[in-house]
């Protein structure tokens, strides 16, 4: 059964930094893709990043280039979301998932399971 569960969400002030984690179980966690999404109140779940299996390739929104980086850690089974002068703009719960995609792909859709989420809040 797969399992994504998301950590390190919290308040922090604009210009801050946090760094989110995914744990991943129930399958070859080192053979898909995977991204973050994340969603603000009112919103539709926009894509943030992805990340290819092997860490090789690595896609963002232009919101977020720059700023955020993902990685990951197939011998741990996780993957990671260092975010950067964070703006009140990036407050919402911060999705990972996992696809069956085997390229970059921004659609949720493509996406087949999903973690519970983390907020995270940016105060200005």
């Known amino acids: 059964q797969v399992q994504l569960v998301e950590s390190g969400g919290g308040l922090v002030q604009a210009g801050g930094s946090l760094r989110l984690s995914c744990a991943a179980s129930?399958?070859?966690?080192?053979?898909?893709?995977m991204g973050w999404f994340r969603q603000a109140p009112g919103k539709e779940r926009e894509f943030v990043s992805f990340?290819?299996?092997?860490?090789?390739?690595?896609h963002y929104a232009d919101s977020v280039k720059g700023r955020f980086t993902i990685s990951r850690d197939n011998a741990k089974n996780t993957v990671y979301l260092q975010m950067n002068s964070l703006k009140p703009e990036d407050t919402a719960v911060y999705y990972c998932a996992v696809t069956r995609s085997p390229g970059i792909t921004v659609l949720p859709g493509s996406y087949v399971s999903w973690g519970q989420g983390t907020q995270v809040t940016v105060s200005s």
């Open positions: 990340i290819n299996w092997s860490g090789g390739s690595r």
């Open positions: 129930g399958w070859t966690f080192s053979s898909s893709g």
